[in-house]
């Protein structure tokens, strides 16, 4: 989608889900678009979702904010996580 002026560079990539709900007897869905941010080809993606808005050189492609450009979250591959570090509530999955 877009890409900032980084080494190695940034991209954003779109993901569409739906939410449903029953409505008058049918069930209704609508479409939800979550945004992320990828720096590096084998890079975790972080979500920005909050964190864009509309280009000023062309509103269908969203931008990061300066905000989130200047201070990005960090991200973690799922294999350097452990099941502990993702639900601390867990001690042993055994």
């Not at 002026?5 to 008058?24: E, I, M, N, W």
């Not at 993606?45 to 808005?53: D, Q």
């Not at 450009?69 to 001690?91: Q, V």
Request: hydrophobic share 25%; proline share 13%; charged share 25%.
């Amino acid at each position: 989608m877009s890409s900032d002026d980084q080494d190695p560079p940034c991209k954003l990539y779109a993901l569409t889900q739906y939410q449903c709900s029953p409505r008058g007897g049918k069930i209704t869905c609508w479409p939800l678009e979550r945004i992320f941010r990828q720096c590096g080809e084998r890079a975790p993606m972080i979500e920005v979702t909050s964190h864009v808005e509309p280009s000023a050189e062309d509103p269908s492609k969203p931008v990061l904010t300066d905000q989130i450009k200047e201070n990005p979250p960090r991200g973690k591959l799922w294999s350097n996580l452990s099941p502990e570090s993702r639900h601390p509530e867990i001690k042993n999955w055994g």
